[in-house]
């Protein structure tokens, strides 16, 4: 063989190795990706198994007569329910929803006598902390009568009422809009929020079902931000914005998904939540502070009110609230930041002071008329306390920048301005300017 045919025949050689080995390598990675996946699919079918021996359905297997039929005409209902916490502790369908023949909004039902939708009363069955601490709370009458007033009351909701501390605030008044828009509109809007505080006709206050969704009263679900979401939203109480901007939500956002959701009621800590939803600081046991379902619990001023003020266990609120911080930030960091939005609550406070002065002199002179928001100065003068002036301070103390500024301060700034061309517009056509 020539040297030339030698070479020849080594190159080819060479190139059928380099093809081999090119082979084995595709096949090699092949193979590897084929292993990844069937171990993912594994996984994956062992965490689906897992999620489902979790949760167990309680009734499959029942015989009660309520769920025999439900599973024909309601059968999500049931399933909700059977994979709930209540089923597993064997509280009936009949606990919840069966009572005496002359009870308050009762109706018969299949020989029974039972209420389509379980008032308070029956939740306080067994949960007699959470509804007196509720009954306290903003989200309680408060919420209804900002809306509906105290009409409707009976007497001894009316009495619990006035023994509210939340109602010491500032804007107690019911809000006109109701009114105005009619209940085409605010039976989707306006109640469909304030609801929350409603009261049955047991004159028990409230609906549970508003946080605690029925019927899986699942923790995840109540402790998840967008639950709240429901109503804090928009711009006279943007809590859930603010929330997705600030360091708190951005956390949830990233991480949540790895977040120890089902955690024990009073057992969590920070390797539970690493950040805070609405739940951890309003409601739940964290820290040295213990579980409440008064949202004013913890909170130091009156936010919501045009002028706000202290509220009137202002300190012990700001302990509770400050246990809660002080899982994660050190109590230099924690006071100094409320010694911050405190001013920032101030400085709000005196730009709705301003609007007030601005506005005397067009109320003494009777420059206004006596119907609720019939002429822009109206809209105006509500917009810069009820929307831009709250979003500042809910801001503020929320962390939420955007809010705090482009939401909020300039937005009240700018209907400062605007109130006081139109308050002197009307004093002018009167010729009360210079007097």
């Excluded at 909004?105 to 008032?119: F, I």
């Excluded at 306080?124 to 989200?139: G, P």
């Excluded at 409320?338 to 067009?362: C, H, L, T």
Aim: hydrophobic share 35%.
């Amino acid at each position: 063989m020539s040297e030339n045919e030698n070479g020849s025949s080594n190159g080819s050689g060479s190139d059928w190795r380099s093809w081999r080995l090119l082979i084995i390598g595709l096949a090699a990675v092949i193979i590897f990706i084929g292993l990844t996946l069937v171990i993912l699919t594994v996984s994956d079918s062992t965490s689906v198994a897992s999620a489902e021996e979790k949760r167990v359905n309680a009734l499959t297997n029942s015989d009660d007569e309520c769920v025999v039929c439900h599973k024909r005409t309601t059968p999500g209902i049931v399933q909700q329910y059977g994979v709930s916490s209540m089923a597993s502790a064997e509280v009936s369908c009949q606990d919840c929803h069966e009572v005496a023949q002359d009870y308050p909004g009762s109706v018969e039902h299949e020989g029974a006598y039972v209420l389509s939708s379980p008032s308070t009363a029956m939740c306080e069955n067994c949960h007699t902390a959470e509804v007196a601490q509720y009954n306290q709370s903003r989200h309680g009458l408060p919420a209804y009568v900002a809306f509906a007033g105290t009409e409707p009351l009976s007497d001894e909701n009316l009495a619990l009422y006035q023994s509210i501390d939340e109602v010491t605030a500032p804007d107690l008044q019911r809000n006109a809009l109701y009114e105005l828009e009619g209940p085409a509109i605010t039976r989707f809007a306006c109640e469909d929020c304030h609801n929350i505080g409603r009261p049955h006709v047991d004159d028990s206050v409230g609906q549970c079902q508003k946080c605690h969704l029925r019927h899986e009263f699942s923790l995840e679900q109540a402790r998840k931000p967008e639950t709240c979401n429901h109503c804090h939203i928009g711009p006279d109480h943007p809590q859930w914005e603010i929330y997705q901007e600030s360091p708190h939500g951005i956390a949830y956002m990233t991480g949540g998904d790895s977040w120890n959701w089902e955690a024990e009621a009073g057992t969590l800590t920070v390797e539970d939540f690493p950040a805070p939803t609405c739940a951890i600081c309003h409601f739940s046991g964290f820290g040295a502070s213990g579980t409440t379902h008064d949202t004013g619990d913890r909170l130091s001023w009156f936010l919501f009110a045009p002028i706000s003020q202290k509220r009137p266990g202002a300190e012990g609120n700001k302990v509770r609230m400050q246990n809660v911080c002080q899982e994660c930030h050190n109590q230099n960091w924690i006071e100094a930041f409320y010694d911050d939005a405190d001013a920032a609550v101030e400085a709000v406070n005196d730009w709705v002071i301003e609007s007030d002065e601005i506005m005397a002199p067009v109320k003494e002179a009777g420059l206004l008329t006596s119907e609720a928001f019939d002429e822009p100065i109206d809209f105006t003068y509500f917009d810069l306390w009820h929307h831009w002036g709250r979003t500042t301070k809910f801001g503020a103390w929320m962390q939420g920048p955007d809010y705090t500024q482009w939401h909020g301060a300039y937005e009240v700034l700018r209907e400062l301005a605007e109130l006081k061309v139109m308050a002197t517009d009307k004093l002018e056509a009167a010729g009360l300017m210079g007097e």
